[in-house]
């Protein structure tokens, strides 16, 4: 069984990553983007409850005071009518974040998670096209040599 956690910027908060890649679509001269945010996101196999799900979220993934986080999928207005690109490692390819998770979900004394993995999932506002989307995903957020990344229309 597989639980995921996304954690992100408290909506009232400046998402500077976000800001830093409206930037970088500029220098790519694509126009239309006006709003990114980004998510990262941990799915964790094994038998997790919601309850240690929600520990893991609250003690390990998230800075309360900046972060909140979700066990799930973020939806409603912070992603309705984005574009959502998820970037993630190739299988056989380490994620140093998931070996520190497990090694803090152990720390917490939860049994149960057998593996992690992160990956890092980006809101993307405005009037771009698929074709846009895939040139940001190619150039700025993904290494095609150690990661893969999906694109989906919310």
């Not at 996304?6 to 500077?16: F, G, M, S, T």
């Not at 800001?19 to 996101?41: H, Q, S």
């Not at 997790?48 to 979220?57: E, T």
């Not at 984005?82 to 939860?110: C, Q």
Request: proline fraction near 2%; charged fraction near 25%.
């Amino acid at each position: 069984m597989t639980t995921r956690i996304e954690v992100y910027i408290k909506e009232n908060l400046v998402d500077a990553a976000g800001d830093g890649l409206l930037k970088d679509i500029e220098d790519l001269n694509i126009t239309g983007a006006v709003g990114a945010r980004f998510i990262r996101v941990t799915e964790i196999e094994g038998r997790i409850g919601k309850k240690q799900a929600q520990r893991i979220g609250a003690e390990l993934l998230c800075d309360p005071v900046s972060q909140e986080f979700v066990v799930g999928t973020i939806s409603g207005p912070l992603t309705k009518g984005a574009w959502i690109i998820e970037v993630r490692y190739n299988h056989g390819v380490t994620d140093p974040v998931s070996e520190s998770t497990m090694k803090g979900i152990a720390d917490l004394g939860i049994a149960g998670a057998t593996a992690a993995g992160t990956a890092t999932k980006v809101v993307l506002r405005g009037r771009l096209s698929k074709a846009d989307v895939d040139l940001i995903s190619r150039k700025l957020l993904a290494n095609n040599i150690i990661q893969s990344y999906t694109i989906e229309k919310n």
